[in-house]
């Protein structure tokens, strides 16, 4: 069964940071790539960061660069958002997604991907 559950949302100042985390069962982690989107309110969803299976291989967004770190830990099936120097913005969803085969041209797109987590909230105030 597929099984994506995110954590590690929550309310945080300006500047501060925050780790998400995508528990996932083995069967939705193994060999597949992993990413983050966010979804503020009234948006689209939009991509943030990816990550292949080895971990040795990341992309993201021009928004998130020097700030945000994506990571995986394969033995506990589970992947990480690692979000500093926060910026103010109301309450954003934070969503882990699988993605399988080949993504490296189209890993921003929502429609690479397969399986998506429920969200996490995260809102940074001023």
């Known amino acids: 069964q597929v099984q994506l559950v995110e954590s590690g949302g929550g309310l945080v100042q300006a500047g501060g940071s925050l780790r998400l985390s995508c528990a996932a069962s083995p069967r939705t982690f193994i060999r597949h790539g992993m990413g983050w989107f966010r979804q503020p309110p009234g948006k689209e969803r939009e991509f943030v960061r990816v990550?292949?299976?080895?971990?040795?291989?990341?992309y993201y967004a021009d928004s998130v660069k020097g700030r945000f770190t994506i990571s995986r830990d394969n033995a506990k099936n589970t992947l990480y958002l690692q979000m500093n120097s926060l910026k103010p913005e109301k309450t954003v969803v934070y969503y882990c997604?699988?993605?399988?085969?080949?993504?490296?041209?189209?890993?921003?797109?929502?429609?690479?991907?397969?399986?998506w987590g429920q969200g996490t909230q995260v809102t940074v105030s001023s």
């Open positions: 997604a699988t993605v399988e085969g080949e993504y490296y041209s189209s890993y921003a797109r929502r429609e690479t991907y397969d399986y």
């Open positions: 990550i292949n299976w080895s971990g040795d291989m990341t």
